[in-house]
């Protein structure tokens, strides 16, 4: 079960549903891996659609770890996600959107 007041977002990867979550930690090292200024300019990049395919994949790495996976980049590029790129941007996407929700919004 998906607890998207908690943060949390679904994706299957490799044929298994995963639960993918921005913990601190995991929002420190995503800043770090994509050398983003700050979380807002991330943030930023997905609503204004200019977003890269390593700005998803940094996300769902990040997603994974901190829904408590042991993921490495290496196995995120041979891993097939449910749905393919656009699935993948699609939680990517969601996944910021419901870290960063206000309880009581939509």
């Given at each position: 079960?998906?607890?998207?007041?908690?943060?949390?977002?679904?994706?299957?990867?490799?044929?298994?549903?995963?639960?993918?979550?921005?913990?601190?930690?995991?929002?420190a090292e995503?800043?770090?891996?994509?050398?983003?200024?700050?979380?807002?300019?991330?943030?930023?990049?997905?609503e204004?659609?200019?977003y890269?395919?390593?700005?998803?994949?940094?996300?769902?790495?990040?997603?994974?770890?901190?829904?408590g996976?042991?993921?490495?980049?290496?196995?995120?590029l041979?891993?097939?996600?449910?749905?393919?790129?656009?699935?993948?941007?699609r939680?990517?996407?969601?996944?910021?959107?419901?870290?960063?929700?206000?309880?009581g919004?939509?």
């Open positions: 079960m998906v607890n998207r007041w908690a943060g949390e977002v679904a994706l299957v990867v490799d044929g298994q549903r995963r639960v993918l979550k921005l913990t601190l930690g995991a929002l995503l800043e770090q891996e994509l050398g983003a200024g700050s979380l807002v300019e991330l943030v930023q990049r997905f204004g659609g200019a890269s395919s390593g700005d998803v994949l940094a996300l769902i790495l990040a997603g994974l770890r901190g829904g996976m042991d993921v490495t980049c290496a196995d995120m041979r891993a097939e996600i449910e749905g393919g790129p656009m699935a993948a941007a939680a990517a996407a969601e996944l910021l959107a419901r870290t960063f929700m206000v309880p919004e939509s």
